[in-house]
């Protein structure tokens, strides 16, 4: 018995996973990863590294980050305590669907998550205060494949739900794409 259910979003690979809870007077389980699983989503790597977040302020934006290839990487996004806005942008080269972003909320009582393949970045807003992010990568961290685009960049036009209360000086330090910006290979 499957304990996710794999929705597709307008943006081809990129799925949001509702995790199934088996619950009791006691509380719930809820599966986090399962490679079994989460392969028939696109997962098809070993997890290379598990990041834990905690972001304070509602209203604060982290990201828009993604590595270059040959690092690039699949994250599984999930909100463990609160609230969030998720973003992913598909910056593929050649998509159909190129600079179109799909966003969903994320949170401890919805139990979903985002699966996010190569080729997108990823950010996304607090709802709520003291927001706490569980994110499963397909590649380690390596700041040389390391990029990101600007949260507020015009050609995105993405409308953040809240107005920005923070955001890391590197995360606003991000240029704006240029009208030659073609994408990333994937």
């Known amino acids: 018995m499957s304990r996710f259910r794999i929705l597709d979003t307008p943006l081809a690979g990129l799925k949001v996973v509702e995790r199934i809870r088996l619950a009791d007077e006691r509380g719930f389980l809820s599966r ?20 834990h977040t905690l972001t304070r302020q509602a209203g604060t934006v982290r990201g828009l980050h993604y590595q270059n290839a040959p690092h690039a990487e699949a994250k599984l996004v999930s909100c463990l305590r609160g609230e969030v806005w998720d973003v992913a942008v598909d910056l593929r080269s050649g998509s159909p669907t ?15 998550s985002l699966l996010i393949p190569e080729g997108f970045a990823h950010g996304f807003q607090t709802l ?11 590649c380690a961290y390596r700041p040389a494949s390391e990029a990101g685009l600007n949260p507020e960049d015009p050609r995105l036009g993405i409308p953040w739900p ?16 240029s009208e030659n910006f073609s994408g990333v290979p994937v």
């Open 32 to 51: 986090l990863f399962c490679a079994d699983e989460l392969k028939i989503a696109g997962w098809g790597a070993p997890v290379a590294q598990i990041n």
């Open 98 to 112: 190129f600079l179109h972003f799909f966003a969903e909320r994320l949170s401890a009582e919805n139990a979903r």
């Open 128 to 138: 709520a205060p003291d927001c706490e992010m569980l994110y499963l990568h397909s």
């Open 162 to 177: 809240r107005t920005i209360t923070d955001m890391s000086q590197r995360d606003r330090g991000h240029p704006t794409l």
